[in-house]
């Protein structure tokens, strides 16, 4: 592995704190070229201005993926931009204060579900469609798995924000193993950066942080490089291979999750 990233170009969304801010200052540092992504505009630029000011190249991309509408529109002006050779799907939503408080996103759908796995599958719909990224899609996921309720899609019942949370998360490593299955241009693997850091998600459930949005960072780099290698399909757990749910690496769960991800996104497409 070179320790240079020198010429390319990786989109981080989620960039404005936590585990993302970490990445995009590690990215910048290895002569990468970042593609910053947040909700809160103000944030966004002073995280460009701050990269900028150490002779980094940072563009920065506004969007809340917690509507598909903006997601759609993330993905036009990413592709709008020019060359891009690795998309993180990094931002996403964890348990919240009240686990037993259903939220939902501007599209009625629930919230850790539509941010965590429809955003980021979204995304990466469009940009592949126009032959984006040429490279690599590393998954920001989770430990914290379980299948999702194929009767209850959009957990409307017994409410509980973590188990849907959990859910949303296989998703993601489902729809990582599909792809990887399906489309040989690009590597996908996803990555389980490390428990309850100290993240933005985890102080805002009143955990306990265990370890740091660096510890995090880190983890994600090193997923970077082994998807700039050209390893694909894989789950990592920080910096090892690790086994999945068996969900994730059914074909048929493939497909059913597949199937409704393109049904609830088209309208967006």
């Known amino acids: 592995m070179t320790d240079s990233l020198e010429g390319l170009r990786i989109a981080v969304t989620g960039a404005t704190s ?3 801010e970490s990445l995009v200052r590690r990215l910048a540092e290895r002569g990468a070229a970042v593609l910053v992504h947040g909700r809160d505009a103000a944030r966004v630029h002073e995280i460009c201005a701050r990269l900028s000011a150490t002779g980094a190249t940072a563009r920065a991309f506004v969007a809340d993926l917690a509507s598909l509408s903006a997601v759609a529109q993330l993905g036009r002006d990413l592709t709008a931009n020019g060359s891009l050779d690795v998309l993180v799907n990094n931002a ?3 348990f919240g204060a009240d686990r037993a408080l259903r939220e939902i996103s501007a599209d ?7 941010v965590n ?3 980021p599958f979204l995304l990466t719909e469009r940009l592949t469609s126009h032959g984006l990224p040429t490279r690599a899609v ?7 798995q379980a299948p999702i309720d194929r009767a209850d899609l959009n957990s409307e019942r017994s409410y509980d924000g973590i188990l849907a949370y959990r859910r949303s998360k296989l998703a993601l490593i489902t729809d990582s193993f599909q792809r990887a299955a399906s489309d040989p241009t690009r590597a996908y693997l996803t990555v389980h950066p490390g428990t309850f850091l100290a993240t933005k998600m985890v102080r ?4 306990t942080p265990e370890g740091s949005a660096e510890s995090g960072a880190e983890a994600v780099m090193h997923v970077i490089e082994r998807a700039l290698d050209g390893q694909t399909g894989q789950y990592f757990d920080r910096s ?3 086994e999945a749910l068996p969900n994730a690496s059914d074909p048929e769960a493939q497909h059913w999750l ?7 996104t088209s309208p967006f497409a």
Not at 108 to 114: M, S, T, Y
Not at 204 to 207: F, L, P, R
């Open 18 to 20: 936590g585990i993302g």
């Open 240 to 242: 090892q291979p690790a």
């Open 204 to 207: 805002e459930a009143n955990i």
């Open 258 to 264: 597949r199937a409704q991800a393109l049904r609830l």
């Open 117 to 119: 796995f429809l955003a």
């Open 92 to 94: 996403g939503v964890g």
């Open 138 to 144: 590393v998954n920001v996921s989770s430990i914290g």
């Open 108 to 114: 009625g759908l629930e919230l850790r579900f539509a």
